[in-house]
């Protein structure tokens, strides 16, 4: 008698014979999630800020936040438009991914009226006189079940004349 219950087969069960790959294919799924962890404080997948600019001969538009975030984080986008000659009623239009998949909590300081055009979101600021700068700060949640590329883009109006066209786009990793 082999010592062994009648369904248990030593080569199999004590030798592995027939189970050899088996411990690579452990190694290769926590040297996956290691990997995963080491680029996650790499900050690969984080909300480092970088600033984006475009400029015209009406105004500057200046937006900085991060380009890629993680579900469920908090961050903040802050636009800086500086007028180069007198700007009747500046208007920030956000383009749809500013509010899809994102939680504002609160825009500062607050428009003197919001609307929308086309599905985006329009900020209505006082004139602005040439030299001066305007600074929106926009503080966000990102959704936790929102994940892929996302059109960040500003424009900045006045009244309805588009001034400044600034693209952008946000990344959320799960």
Do not use: C
């Amino acid at each position: 008698m082999s010592g062994y219950p009648d369904h248990l087969d030593p080569e199999r069960h004590r030798d592995t014979k027939g189970r050899e790959h088996q411990p690579w294919i452990r190694r290769a799924v926590l040297t996956l999630f290691t990997a995963v962890a080491v680029l996650g404080l790499l900050d690969v997948f984080g909300q480092r800020s970088s600033t984006g600019r475009a400029a015209t001969a009406a105004a500057t538009l200046e937006v900085r936040g991060p380009t890629t975030v993680r579900g469920g984080l908090l961050f903040q986008e802050r636009i800086t438009v500086t007028a180069r000659r007198d700007i009747s009623t500046p208007r920030l239009v956000l383009s749809k991914g500013w509010a899809d998949g994102l939680q504002i909590n609160t825009i500062e300081p607050q428009p003197g009226s919001e609307s929308t055009r086309d599905g985006r979101l329009v900020l209505s600021y006082d004139d602005l006189p040439a030299g001066q700068r305007l600074i929106v700060y926009v503080d966000y949640q990102v959704n936790p079940t929102h994940v892929g590329n996302t059109d960040m883009g500003l424009e900045l109006d006045e009244r309805t004349t588009p001034l400044v066209v600034l693209p952008r786009t946000l990344t959320t990793f799960p």
